[in-house]
């Protein structure tokens, strides 16, 4: 992480993002907070974000240390401090006795951790001595070493037998930064020569997806503000070709923002297209992502309502497809979002398949006859997915499972996967590295 960031600085503010996410807010959110709060540097904002990211990425690991490096739990943001400094101890990023001076700089210039100097100072010191026995101990425990809380790792165990460690081990390391090309204004290949006549190393990982080798901010990818470019995982670029969707279709996005999926669902063709969002502030990033893209109304209707509630935007004419990209414990994104399995309760679960068959049942009777409803999560966990399909097929005798394009199936539970080798000349079918996700199509019989 050596961005030349004043590190007591950035280990201050990743101390306060901690204590945020561990009292139950999101790491975006209070990244977010953080920065406009303290008006943060740019470099600094990237520091603190890059801290943050490895402090959640290793929560378990440091929860399970802090107890048996400390007798009594301190104030929060002391053991916020304590957090940033041991992600940063335990990744390496920094000569270890530099980085103590550093976590100790940050306590004595914070009036609330001042006093506290001192004991970070001891705590530190005591992982330093302590790290070469305690930390491969700790990691003998499969919850702490995939960093998960149990219940999370007992699930993706019993739900997927042969698969769970893989899954859970790609979702701890950090993610690559995957673009999607627009169509419209360029193909793959083109784009590749762009990138390397700019020198960014890239590589094809499906049939649209490019991964820079060097994630960056998005104003520094190459065709990005054109559009030329969106950032989306390859495995959440399945969606929009397999609603295929033609021109003239009328189209429902039903749960819109902020506007990948229905951005895709524009590049691929001039169909009519009602995208629903139930936040109205997450609706005006669908507007953004499209203005962006260079696609926008009048065939393209963005709409803020709850998709549940029908009445609220249906004017009664029977919509082709639909594309249903519920909410769900976004448990298949954990690579890019950290804090989710620490945010997540077991009960949530219950609780979005609920939402989500609530979003199916209400949406199904708009779909007309041979029409088409695409059914997505960023989800592991089967309640929300396979299951969730089944009981949607018991409940609708007009529904039936249409194979998604290019596959036997008619669902489709993608488990998160990494930076594997591409052969060359993989063009088609299945991305070679995405996040985890699970497809449903529904026809009407
Ligand atoms: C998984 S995200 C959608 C991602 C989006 N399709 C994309 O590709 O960029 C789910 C979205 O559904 C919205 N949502 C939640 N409940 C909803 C409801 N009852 N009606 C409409 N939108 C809802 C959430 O605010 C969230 O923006």
């Given at each position: 992480?050596?961005t030349?960031?004043?590190?007591?600085?950035?280990?201050?503010?990743?101390?306060?993002?901690?204590?945020?996410?561990?009292?139950g807010?999101?790491l975006?959110?209070?990244?977010?907070?953080?920065?406009?709060?303290?008006?943060?540097?740019?470099?600094?904002?990237?520091?603190v974000?890059?801290?943050?990211?490895?402090?959640?990425?290793?929560c378990?690991?440091?929860?399970?240390l802090?107890?048996?490096?400390?007798?009594r739990?301190?104030a929060?943001?002391?053991?916020?401090?304590?957090?940033?400094?041991?992600?940063?101890?335990?990744?390496?990023?920094?000569?270890?006795h530099?980085?103590?001076?550093?976590?100790v700089?940050?306590?004595?210039s914070?009036?609330?951790?001042?006093?506290?100097?001192?004991?970070?100072?001891?705590?530190?010191?005591?992982?330093?001595?302590?790290?070469?026995?305690?930390?491969?101990?700790?990691?003998?425990?499969?919850?702490?070493?995939?960093?998960v809380?149990?219940w999370?790792?007992?699930?993706?165990?019993?739900?997927?037998?042969?698969?769970?460690?893989?899954?859970?081990?790609?979702?701890?390391?950090?993610?690559?930064?995957?673009?999607?090309?627009?169509?419209?204004?360029c193909d793959?290949?083109?784009?590749?020569?762009?990138?390397?006549?700019?020198?960014?190393?890239?590589?094809?990982?499906?049939?649209?997806?490019?991964r820079?080798?060097?994630?960056?901010?998005v104003?520094?990818?190459?065709?990005?503000?054109?559009?030329?470019?969106?950032?989306?995982?390859?495995?959440?670029?399945?969606?929009?070709?397999?609603?295929?969707?033609?021109?003239?279709?009328?189209?429902?996005?039903?749960?819109?923002?902020?506007?990948?999926?229905?951005?895709h669902?524009?590049?691929?063709?001039?169909?009519?297209?009602?995208?629903?969002?139930l936040?109205?502030?997450?609706?005006?990033?669908?507007?953004?992502?499209?203005q962006?893209l260079?696609?926008?109304?009048?065939?393209?209707?963005?709409?803020?309502?709850?998709?549940?509630?029908?009445?609220?935007?249906?004017?009664?004419?029977?919509?082709?497809?639909?594309?249903?990209?519920?909410?769900?414990?976004?448990?298949?994104i954990?690579?890019?979002?950290p804090?989710?399995?620490?945010?997540?309760?077991?009960?949530?679960?219950?609780q979005l398949t609920?939402?989500?068959?609530?979003?199916l049942?209400?949406?199904?009777?708009?779909?007309?006859?041979a029409g088409?409803?695409?059914?997505?999560?960023?989800?592991?966990?089967?309640?929300?997915?396979?299951?969730?399909?089944?009981?949607?097929?018991?409940r609708?005798?007009?529904a039936?499972?249409?194979?998604?394009?290019?596959?036997?199936?008619?669902?489709?539970?993608?488990?998160?996967?990494?930076?594997?080798?591409?052969?060359?000349?993989?063009t088609?079918?299945l991305?070679?590295?995405?996040?985890?996700?699970?497809?449903?199509?529904?026809?009407?019989?």
């Amino acid at each position: 992480m050596a961005t030349g960031a004043p590190l007591a600085e950035v280990l201050r503010a990743a101390a306060a993002v901690w204590v945020r996410v561990r009292d139950g807010q999101s790491l975006d959110r209070a990244l977010q907070d953080q920065a406009l709060k303290h008006e943060v540097a740019a470099p600094i904002r990237a520091a603190v974000h890059a801290v943050s990211h490895d402090a959640l990425r290793h929560c378990a690991l440091i929860e399970a240390l802090l107890p048996r490096l400390i007798a009594r739990a301190p104030a929060p943001q002391v053991t916020g401090l304590l957090a940033a400094a041991l992600s940063q101890l335990i990744v390496g990023a920094y000569r270890d006795h530099a980085l103590v001076d550093q976590a100790v700089a940050a306590a004595r210039s914070d009036r609330h951790l001042s006093a506290a100097a001192g004991f970070v100072n001891a705590v530190l010191r005591s992982f330093l001595r302590r790290r070469a026995v305690l930390v491969p101990q700790l990691l003998l425990d499969d919850a702490t070493r995939l960093n998960v809380p149990r219940w999370w790792l007992q699930r993706v165990r019993r739900e997927h037998p042969e698969h769970w460690e893989r899954a859970l081990a790609c979702a701890v390391q950090p993610p690559a930064l995957l673009l999607r090309v627009n169509r419209r204004r360029c193909d793959v290949d083109a784009y590749l020569a762009r990138l390397r006549s700019e020198a960014v190393t890239a590589r094809r990982v499906g049939p649209y997806a490019v991964r820079l080798d060097r994630p960056c901010p998005v104003q520094q990818i190459p065709g990005f503000t054109e559009g030329v470019v969106s950032v989306q995982d390859a495995g959440a670029q399945l969606a929009a070709p397999w609603l295929q969707a033609d021109d003239g279709m009328r189209v429902l996005d039903a749960c819109a923002a902020p506007g990948g999926k229905t951005g895709h669902l524009a590049e691929l063709s001039d169909a009519r297209i009602d995208a629903i969002e139930l936040d109205p502030a997450r609706a005006g990033l669908i507007t953004d992502n499209l203005q962006r893209l260079g696609l926008a109304a009048p065939r393209i209707r963005i709409l803020t309502a709850d998709a549940r509630d029908v009445a609220s935007f249906w004017d009664g004419h029977p919509y082709q497809r639909m594309l249903v990209d519920a909410p769900c414990t976004a448990s298949g994104i954990v690579r890019r979002h950290p804090d989710i399995p620490w945010l997540r309760r077991e009960a949530d679960v219950a609780q979005l398949t609920t939402l989500q068959a609530g979003l199916l049942d209400a949406l199904w009777p708009l779909l007309a006859p041979a029409g088409r409803l695409l059914y997505v999560v960023c989800s592991v966990f089967r309640e929300e997915a396979d299951q969730q399909a089944d009981s949607f097929l018991e409940r609708h005798p007009d529904a039936r499972l249409a194979p998604l394009p290019g596959t036997r199936h008619g669902w489709l539970q993608l488990l998160p996967t990494g930076a594997d080798p591409v052969e060359p000349g993989q063009t088609v079918g299945l991305p070679t590295e995405h996040d985890g996700f699970f497809f449903a199509l529904f026809e009407k019989v």
